[in-house]
């Protein structure tokens, strides 16, 4: 097929030959990129407009003044391959100028046939030209959809589209095996998302109450009731409501206070208590804020980091958490936690956790042997009623809960 590429001299004497018996000639251009439908469709028509059809092909020097250094896509070689296997294209000629207006006033065809990417205001000199030649410039109108740029752009957003799930398959890999051997976290905190933690939540009010209606709740012998009507309380959130209500503290903490719904809760049945809040982020403290206004004028919040050695503490009577420790994997992040957690307390620490995760005890034995833990004693007790227990730790002995030896007798109560 490369026989049909032609110097612009070849051109001529076969133009010349063609006209002399008759042969009406017909001229189009373009770069050629990437073939498509509207491309075959031009170049039909053009054929069908004359009987001899010649391509002006923009080389690659050409297109690269054009559409930039990243074009073209195929080299001039390749293009001129394929476009010479089509039917309809009889002579191809590769030029290098932006317009290859001297081209065709050499050539001198009959028509000059341009596609419908080329607008009639930009196509001015080529009219002028084909009349001053005794020719006619033809335009065909626009195909929506078809545009070499646009294919090219759909193959990048394509390949970014890939290379961000490839990056967040890598991450969530390597996220995995660091978490088995206790680098890595569970979460990415800093692209932790509110609207992902958001859709957790509206998952889960499918199941349980999250927030305890006005009206429609009783506390009965230190037990939360909830009216018929409404759905149960998570049985982690109603044994942590327990907890705290019948350890009657006149301050606290929630470390990882996120949608802000255990804080809200508590101030509900303990309407007396100071409360106080913490998260990492800014944005979780703007959802909080969206689901709890009252929280605004109610509770003192801050965006700290509870494994940071050196954090500013907070004195409250009694300090908790659910389910953030069991989501820092890494020991010692997770050991400094838990020790700013004692030194923020004056006297109690109630954690609701997964006790899979840490040897939660013997981790707590262990920083209480520090010389900087905040506590002189430390009394291990757990919730001696329902299926969920939370670990109850005390400066001073308490009668009313069930006291702990070890990591394995609160391992008994994890199902």
Not at 44 to 68: F, M, P, Q, T, Y
Not at 224 to 234: F, G, Q, T
């Amino acid at each position: 097929m490369n026989n049909k590429i032609k110097t612009k001299e070849e051109l001529k004497k076969i133009i010349n030959g063609e006209k002399k018996i008759g042969k009406k000639i017909v001229i189009t251009n373009g770069a050629f990129d990437i073939l498509h439908p509207a491309h075959l469709r031009v170049l039909e028509k053009a054929k069908s407009l004359g009987d001899v059809l010649i391509v002006l092909l923009n080389s690659d020097i050409s297109i690269k003044r054009l559409k930039g250094k990243r074009r073209p896509i195929n080299p001039q070689k390749q293009r001129a391959e394929a476009l010479s296997c089509l039917p309809w294209i009889d002579y191809l000629i590769i030029f290098d100028e932006d317009k290859p207006l001297n081209l065709i006033e050499f050539l001198g065809p009959h028509l000059l046939v341009k596609g419908g990417a080329f607008l009639p205001e930009r196509l001015k000199e080529e009219d002028k030209l084909m009349r001053e030649l005794g020719g006619q410039l033809i335009t065909f109108p626009l195909e929506h959809g078809y545009s070499t740029t646009e294919i090219i752009q759909r193959v990048l957003d394509l390949h970014k589209k890939e290379k961000r799930h490839l990056i967040r398959k890598i991450r969530k890999k390597i996220r995995g095996i660091g978490k088995k051997i206790g680098f890595m976290d569970d979460f990415n905190w800093s692209e932790y998302s509110d609207k992902e933690y958001s859709k957790q939540i509206s998952e889960l009010e499918k199941e349980y109450t999250f927030i305890l209606p006005e009206g429609k709740y009783s506390i009965i012998d230190g037990k939360i009731i909830l009216d018929p009507s409404l759905l149960p309380l998570h049985e982690n959130h109603k044994v942590l409501y327990e907890t705290i209500y019948a350890l009657k503290p006149r301050s606290i903490l929630e470390v990882g206070c996120g949608c802000g719904d255990h804080l809200a809760n508590i101030k509900k049945i303990l309407p007396e208590v100071e409360l106080n809040g913490l998260d990492l982020l800014q944005r979780q403290l703007e959802f909080l804020f969206q689901r709890h206004p009252e929280l605004k004028n109610q509770a003192h919040l801050s965006i700290k980091d509870i494994t940071i050695s050196s954090l500013e503490r907070v004195k409250v009577d009694l300090v908790f958490t659910q389910a953030v420790l069991m989501h820092i994997q890494r020991h010692k992040h997770y050991l400094s936690a838990l020790k700013n957690i004692f030194n923020n307390s004056k006297r109690f620490v109630v954690l609701m956790e997964n006790w899979t995760r840490h040897n939660f005890i013997e981790d707590i034995k262990k920083i209480s042997k520090m010389p900087d833990f905040a506590w002189e004693n430390v009394y291990f007790y757990t919730n001696n009623t329902g299926q969920k227990k939370a670990l109850i730790l005390s400066l001073t002995p308490l009668a009313e809960f069930y006291e702990l030896k070890n990591n394995k007798e609160l391992l008994k109560y994890y199902d």
